[in-house]
Structures are given as structure tokens and as C-alpha cells.
């Protein structure tokens, strides 16, 4: 597992172990390493607040005379706290539970939302899907091509009809018929749009009416290749209340994977899950130890 996350995130590794590997020839002291340091990070997309934080911790746990490999190691372990100031696991400890997934268009809901189908049927549960994104057509179709693939249904509405009514209907055939875990797949829009705070914000409210405790989880979807303009839109997102977690998607195909730190530390929440691809297997759940032992170790 670690080998392959190691592959996908090349793109961020790389420059980041080309530039270690630089910063280990050249026996630099600690405040030059410090120094560059700093510069290398920022590259890499963790930001310049997280950045200066990790850099004066870095300064107060290390001695003057460290090389590289005593940096680099309390770097390592910085990392690992930061991420995991916030538990990444999911708050979803028994059936039914659902999960809403939410967030600025074409960030990778619908297909993040298909690879959390796969892996909770994986895990023997009965899953049922609903496209709540009326607002394209085609988000309809998309969806339930998913379903048809996972051979898991897909409850969908009429184009243009009311997502919280679509919902609603979702929610009878899932209390009804006995299934464990609803996924619900909502339009993006431009994050700015109140309407769609207010859309998700009322099908919220179907939900919590219908299943005390629900939903149990609403994930932001966010896009990493765009670094660190994923904070400016997540936090037009966090005005929409509930939000639990981040589903950070597209990692596979971005040298900005440092955008994590960041994300972690300014948005003070959890990320859950991460994308690597496009195939449905191209998930994980987010391990700060993990991912950080296949980005610098
Ligand atoms: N490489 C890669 N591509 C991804 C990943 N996740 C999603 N994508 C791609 O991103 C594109 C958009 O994904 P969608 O799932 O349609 O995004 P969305 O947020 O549902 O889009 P809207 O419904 O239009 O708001 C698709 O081409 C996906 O295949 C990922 O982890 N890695
Ligand atoms: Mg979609």
C-alpha cells in the first residue's frame, strides 16, 4: 500500500527528495538548512503560515549544529502531529448511516462518492445512492452509469425537480428496505451561489428530520491540483454548517500534495480520505503517518 501511494504522489515527492537529497550533500548548517527549508515547502504547497510554524518548531527542537538527518526526521514527525490534530477516522460506527458529499463543481464528488460505494460494499455493507444534483442532466446519468458498474441502485430525481425532495424519497426506500449506508451525491455550482448553501442546507435538514444523528458525515470535496485556491473555496463552504471532514481528491495528478498541511491546519479539519486516480480503487483512508512516510521518508 505504501509503495503505491508512494508512486501516486510522485509528482509531489519527487521535488521534494531532489531537494532533500540537495540539502543532505551540501552540510549546510541548521539555520541555511532552516532557510531553504522554508522556500522548499512553500514549493510544495504547505503555505506560508503553516510553513512558518513548522520552521520555528523545527528551530526550537533541534540543536545549532543538527545536519540534515536530525531535520529531517523532526520534520517528518511535525508533519505526522499536524495532520493528525484533527481524527481522520469516520464517525460512522454503526448502520444506517449517511454520508453527504459536497462541494465546488468538477472537484470529484460524484466520483469520490462511487469509491466510497466500492469500498463500503467491499466491507459487506448494502449501500444505496442518490443523485441530489438535479441542476446538470447529465450528473443523473453519471451517477447511476456508477450504480449500473458497482451494481449498486441509484435513486434519482427528474432534472430540475427539488434535490431535498429527491432526498426524501431516497431516505422511505432506505429506511424501508434495510440498508446500511446512504451516499449522496449534490450539485456543484460556483461556491459563492447562496442558493446552493441554502439547497444543501435544506436537504441537510430532510435528513436530520428523518434519521436522528444524520447525517453522520458531510465531506467537502476538494481538488488538490489547485493548491492552495482549494482553502479559498473551502472556506466559502465551511459557511454551510456540519461540514466533518475533507475528501481531498486528484493527488495523483498534483506536485502541490504539500496543499494537505495547509488544508489541515487552516480549515481545522480532518482530511478522510484521499483521492489517487480515477478508478474506484483509488482511494484511502488518510493516514498522517502513512502519507507522510510516502512523501519524504
Ligand atoms: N486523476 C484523478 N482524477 C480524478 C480524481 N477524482 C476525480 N477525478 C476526475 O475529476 C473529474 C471530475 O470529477 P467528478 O466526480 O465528475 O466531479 P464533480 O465534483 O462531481 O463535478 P460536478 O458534478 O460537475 O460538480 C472526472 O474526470 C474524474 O475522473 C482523482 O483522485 N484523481
Ligand atoms: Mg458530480
Known amino acids: 500500500m505504501l509503495g503505491s501511494l508512494k508512486e501516486k504522489l510522485v509528482k509531489t515527492s519527487q521535488s521534494l527528495r531532489q531537494k532533500f537529497e540537495d540539502l543532505l550533500?551540501?552540510?549546510?548548517?541548521?539555520?541555511?538548512?532552516?532557510?531553504?527549508?522554508?522556500?522548499?515547502?512553500?514549493?510544495?504547497?504547505?503555505?506560508?503560515?503553516s510553513t512558518d510554524k513548522i520552521i520555528l518548531s523545527l528551530r526550537e527542537k533541534t540543536q545549532k549544529d543538527d545536519h540534515f538527518p536530525e531535520i529531517q526526521k523532526v520534520l517528518q514527525e511535525k508533519l505526522v502531529d499536524i495532520l493528525g490534530q484533527y481524527p481522520p477516522e469516520l464517525s460512522i460506527s454503526s448502520s444506517p448511516a449517511v454520508i453527504m458529499m459536497v462541494g465546488v463543481n468538477g472537484g470529484?464528488?460524484?466520483?469520490?462518492?462511487?469509491?466510497?460505494?466500492?469500498?463500503?460494499?467491499?466491507?459487506?455493507?448494502?449501500?444505496?445512492?442518490?443523485?441530489?444534483?438535479?441542476?446538470?442532466a447529465?450528473?443523473?446519468?453519471?451517477?447511476?452509469?456508477?450504480?449500473?458498474?458497482?451494481?449498486?441502485p441509484v435513486i434519482r430525481g427528474q432534472y430540475g425537480a427539488d434535490p431535498a425532495a429527491v432526498v426524501y424519497?431516497?431516505?422511505?426506500?432506505?429506511?424501508?428496505?434495510?440498508?446500511?449506508?446512504?451516499?449522496v451525491?449534490?450539485?456543484g455550482r460556483i461556491h459563492t451561489n447562496t442558493?446552493?448553501?441554502?439547497?444543501?442546507?435544506k436537504i441537510r435538514r430532510v435528513i436530520a428530520r428523518e434519521i436522528a444523528g444524520a447525517p453522520h458525515e458531510i465531506l467537502l470535496v476538494l481538488d488538490s491540483t489547485i493548491g492552495q485556491n482549494a482553502l479559498a473555496q473551502a472556506r466559502e463552504f465551511l459557511k454551510f454548517s456540519g461540514i466533518t471532514g475533507?475528501?481531498?481528491?486528484?493527488?495523483?495528478g498534483t506536485a502541490k500534495g504539500g496543499s494537505v498541511v495547509s488544508i489541515v491546519d487552516e480549515l481545522k479539519l480532518p482530511i478522510?480520505?484521499?483521492?489517487?486516480?480515477?478508478?474506484?480503487?483509488?482511494?484511502?483512508?488518510f493516514s498522517p503517518r502513512q502519507f507522510v512516510n510516502a512523501l519524504i521518508s
Open 169 to 183: 424519497d431516497a431516505l422511505q426506500s432506505f429506511e424501508a428496505q434495510g440498508y446500511d449506508v446512504l451516499l
Open 108 to 136: 470529484g464528488k460524484t466520483t469520490s462518492l462511487a469509491k466510497l460505494a466500492y469500498y463500503f460494499r467491499d466491507k459487506g455493507k448494502k449501500v444505496l445512492l442518490v443523485a441530489a444534483d438535479t441542476f446538470r
Open 246 to 252: 475533507i475528501f481531498l481528491t486528484k493527488l495523483d
Open 185 to 187: 451525491d449534490t450539485a
Open 25 to 49: 550533500k551540501s552540510g549546510k548548517s541548521r539555520d541555511n538548512i532552516l532557510e531553504e527549508l522554508a522556500e522548499v515547502l512553500i514549493l510544495a504547497d504547505m503555505g506560508i503560515s
Open 272 to 285: 478522510k480520505f484521499i483521492g489517487i486516480g480515477e478508478d474506484v480503487q483509488d482511494m484511502l483512508p
Open 195 to 201: 442558493n446552493l448553501m441554502n439547497e444543501l442546507e
Open 138 to 152: 447529465a450528473a443523473q446519468e453519471q451517477l447511476a452509469v456508477w450504480g449500473k458498474r458497482l451494481n449498486i
